[in-house]
C-alpha cells in the first residue's frame, strides 16, 4: 500500500514540528538547547513562564537592595517601575531628569552634559516653558548636584522607545523630541531612522560616561512594548513600529554581545513578554484597563515587576514587598476573555 504523507503543503492534517522532520533530535545536533513553551499550561502562571522561558544570564545573586535609589529613564515601562518602587518603598528616587529621553542621541547628550558639564553637539534639546511654549531647554538644577546623583545611585534603569529620529542636516544633529514648528525648515530637518550602528554605539558612550562617576551600579536596558504613536515616515504605523523596535532590540543585542559577564549590565526582556508570551493569551494584554489600544495591561505591567524584583533585589524582598504591597487603582476581576484583574484609575500614560 502506497505511504500517504501525513504533511500535504502548508496544511498538514497531521502536523510533526514546525514542519516536515523540522526537528530532528536523533539526526541534528542539539547540545543545550532552549526551546519555546509549547503547552497552554505553560502560560497559565505568568511569572514562572517569565523565569523559566524569558530570561537569559540574570545575576546568580540580588543586586539591589531595598535602602537603594533607583534611576529609572525612558518611556513608560520605566516610569511604571519608577513608580511602583517609590511606593512600594525599595527606591528613595530620585534627580530631575528632563522628559523626552526617548531616543539613545538624547540620552547620550543629557549624561554627557550631567557628567561632564556640556552637551555632546550631537543633540538638540527643548522643552515646553509654564506657558505651554517651546524653547531651548535649560537645566532646572545645577550639573554638579545632577552629577552628584548620578555617582551616587544604586541602579539604572534604561526604557527605549523610539528609533524615528529628527535630524539637522546642516549639523547632523538629532533633536531629542520632534522640531519646533516655529523653526521647522523643510529640506534641513529631515525624517529618518537611526541605525542600528548608531544606537549601539550611543549605548556604549551612555555607560562610559556613567561609569565615569559610577563604577559599579547594575545598568538595566528595557525596550518598550508600546508602540509608536504616529511615524512621518510614511509607511504604515504598524510596519514602522515594528522596524522601530526591532532597530533598537538588535542594537542593544549589539552592544551586549560586547560585553563581559562581570560588567554588572543586563538586559530586561519587557518587550518579549508582552508581545511574543501576550499573543498566546487568551485575553488582550493592551487597552484592557483605560480602553486606550496602545496601553499594556497593567496585570502584565504587575507580572513583569514581580518578576523584576525576584530578579533584582531576591525572592525574600520580593515576597516580602508583594504581601504588603496594595495598589491604589480599584481592581475588578476580569471576565472570560478578559486578563484575571482589571485595573481602573490613572494608567501611566505613554
Known amino acids: 500500500m502506497k505511504k500517504i504523507n501525513s504533511e500535504i503543503g502548508s496544511l498538514a492534517p497531521i502536523r510533526d514540528g514546525s514542519g516536515p522532520a523540522s526537528w530532528g533530535e536523533s539526526v541534528w545536533h542539539t547540545g543545550d538547547i532552549k526551546k519555546y513553551p509549547v503547552a497552554k499550561s505553560d502560560f497559565v502562571n505568568i511569572e514562572k513562564l517569565i523565569t523559566e522561558y524569558c530570561l537569559d544570564s540574570m545575576p546568580e545573586k540580588p543586586v539591589l537592595d531595598d535602602n537603594g535609589n533607583v534611576v529609572a529613564i525612558g518611556s513608560c515601562f520605566a516610569?511604571?517601575?519608577?513608580?511602583?518602587?517609590?511606593?512600594a518603598g525599595l527606591s528613595s528616587d530620585s534627580f530631575w531628569i528632563p522628559s523626552?529621553?526617548?531616543?539613545?542621541?538624547?540620552?547620550?547628550?543629557?549624561?554627557?552634559?550631567?557628567?561632564?558639564?556640556?552637551?555632546?553637539a550631537k543633540g538638540f534639546a527643548y522643552t515646553r516653558d509654564d506657558n505651554g511654549s517651546l524653547v531651548d531647554w535649560q537645566p532646572e538644577l545645577e550639573q554638579k548636584n545632577i552629577k552628584k546623583a548620578i555617582s551616587e545611585a544604586s541602579c539604572f534603569v534604561f526604557t527605549l522607545g523610539l528609533a524615528e529620529v529628527w535630524e539637522d542636516k546642516d549639523t547632523s544633529r538629532v533633536f531629542w523630541r520632534g522640531v519646533?514648528?516655529?523653526?521647522?525648515?523643510?529640506?534641513?530637518?529631515?525624517?529618518?531612522?537611526?541605525?542600528?550602528?548608531?544606537?549601539?554605539?550611543?549605548?556604549?558612550?551612555?555607560?562610559?560616561?556613567?561609569?565615569?562617576?559610577?563604577?559599579?551600579?547594575?545598568?538595566?536596558?528595557?525596550?518598550?512594548?508600546?508602540p509608536l504613536k504616529a511615524t512621518f515616515s510614511g509607511k504604515s504605523c504598524i510596519t514602522a513600529d515594528c522596524v522601530s523596535k526591532s532597530t533598537l532590540r538588535v542594537a542593544i543585542n549589539e552592544y551586549m554581545s560586547t560585553l563581559d559577564d562581570?560588567?554588572?549590565?543586563?538586559?530586561?526582556?519587557?518587550?518579549?513578554?508582552?508581545?511574543?508570551?501576550?499573543?498566546?493569551?487568551?485575553?488582550?494584554?493592551?487597552?484592557?484597563?483605560?480602553?486606550?489600544?496602545?496601553?499594556?495591561?497593567?496585570?502584565?505591567?504587575?507580572?513583569i515587576l514581580k518578576s523584576f524584583v525576584r530578579t533584582f533585589y531576591g525572592s525574600?524582598?520580593?515576597?516580602?514587598?508583594?504581601?504588603?504591597?496594595?495598589?491604589?487603582?480599584?481592581t475588578i476581576k476580569g471576565e472570560q476573555g478578559e486578563p484575571p484583574v482589571i485595573f481602573k484609575g490613572q494608567i501611566v500614560k505613554g
Open 79 to 87: 516610569a511604571e517601575l519608577r513608580h511602583f518602587l517609590g511606593d
Open 100 to 120: 523626552g529621553l526617548n531616543n539613545t542621541f538624547a540620552l547620550r547628550d543629557f549624561f554627557h552634559w550631567a557628567v561632564y558639564g556640556k552637551e555632546t
Open 180 to 226: 519646533p514648528e516655529h523653526i521647522f525648515e523643510s529640506g534641513r530637518h529631515q525624517f529618518r531612522m537611526s541605525t542600528v550602528a548608531e544606537n549601539s554605539e550611543n549605548l556604549a558612550s551612555i555607560v562610559q560616561i556613567i561609569r565615569e562617576v559610577n563604577k559599579n551600579a547594575p545598568i538595566v536596558f528595557t525596550l518598550s512594548p508600546v
Open 262 to 303: 562581570n560588567q554588572n549590565i543586563w538586559y530586561w526582556p519587557s518587550f518579549e513578554i508582552i508581545k511574543w508570551v501576550g499573543c498566546h493569551l487568551p485575553y488582550p494584554v493592551y487597552g484592557t484597563d483605560d480602553g486606550c489600544v496602545r496601553h499594556v495591561s497593567r496585570f502584565m505591567v504587575n507580572n
Open 316 to 330: 525574600s524582598v520580593a515576597e516580602n514587598v508583594f504581601a504588603k504591597f496594595e495598589s491604589s487603582l480599584q
